[in-house]
């Protein structure tokens, strides 16, 4: 069964989050979103009455959820699963997303995070919230893999923080030499976190 078609809200928040990943939120304007989504750019008024602040938001809510799906997906696909599996499994897609896009681009909640000074307070607990929407269930993951829960979410936190640093010198570097070395040298030390 084909997936059902995006209407053009689903879209301009889903090409918002592209378009801060790639440019941060200062550098992303409305006009350019609605171009992006190919949707017309009066519906940015009437989806988004609350403008580009609301606009942001919602694209930081939307990462945040999508990120956190690719985590259940990640473990679902793992032949052996393990926490190291885990991380690898999630390092290899941001490399592959990096490599494919010429290292342009990075998480759109880092982004946003990273821009916080031009953006709004509800952009930083939009940013806030989207890593916290991460990191839950990669803590759960842990917690079904065998980690104990009182380390879990510091383990997700670690995972996490690991993992947007090497996205950053990924970009800086144009490679994805710091994605891999961060999987391979944070590994051992999430499997042995099992119980």
Same mark, same amino acid.
């Given at each position: 069964?084909?997936?059902?078609?995006?209407?053009?809200?689903?879209?301009?928040?889903?090409?918002?989050?592209?378009?801060?990943?790639?440019?941060? %939120?200062?550098?992303?304007?409305?006009?350019? %979103?609605?171009?992006?989504?190919?949707?017309?750019?009066? =519906?940015?008024?009437?989806?988004?009455?609350?403008?580009?602040?609301?606009?942001?938001?919602?694209?930081?809510?939307?990462?945040?959820?999508?990120?956190?799906?690719?985590?259940?997906?990640?473990?679902?696909?793992?032949?052996?699963?393990?926490?190291?599996?885990?991380?690898?499994?999630?390092?290899?897609?941001?490399?592959?997303?990096?490599?494919?896009?010429?290292?342009? =681009?990075?998480?759109?909640?880092?982004?946003?995070? %990273?821009?916080? =000074?031009?953006?709004?307070? =509800?952009?930083?607990?939009?940013?806030?919230?989207?890593?916290?929407?991460?990191?839950?269930?990669?803590?759960?993951?842990?917690?079904?893999?065998?980690?104990?829960?009182?380390?879990?979410?510091?383990?997700?936190?670690?995972?996490?923080?690991?993992?947007?640093?090497?996205?950053?010198?990924?970009?800086?570097?144009?490679?994805?030499?710091?994605?891999?070395? %961060?999987?391979?040298?944070?590994?051992?030390?999430?499997?042995?976190?099992?119980?």
């Amino acid at each position: 069964m084909a997936a059902p078609e995006r209407g053009p809200r689903e879209r301009m928040v889903i090409s918002a989050a592209q378009l801060i990943r790639r440019d941060g %939120v200062t550098a992303t304007g409305m006009r350019d %979103v609605a171009v992006h989504a190919e949707a017309p750019r009066g =519906s940015l008024q009437h989806y988004f009455p609350g403008g580009k602040e609301q606009l942001v938001n919602e694209a930081l809510e939307w990462a945040g959820g999508h990120a956190a799906r690719r985590v259940e997906r990640h473990l679902a696909e793992l032949d052996e699963p393990s926490p190291s599996a885990l991380f690898t499994a999630m390092v290899r897609r941001w490399a592959d997303d990096c490599e494919r896009d010429g290292f342009t =681009s990075g998480c759109p909640v880092a982004a946003a995070a %990273v821009d916080c =000074s031009a953006g709004t307070d =509800s952009h930083q607990a939009a940013a806030a919230a989207a890593f916290a929407h991460w990191t839950g269930p990669l803590a759960a993951a842990l917690t079904g893999l065998g980690v104990p829960a009182r380390r879990s979410k510091a383990l997700a936190t670690l995972m996490v923080s690991a993992l947007e640093g090497a996205l950053l010198i990924a970009r800086a570097e144009r490679d994805a030499r710091a994605l891999t070395t %961060v999987a391979k040298e944070l590994g051992p030390l999430l499997d042995e976190a099992v119980a």
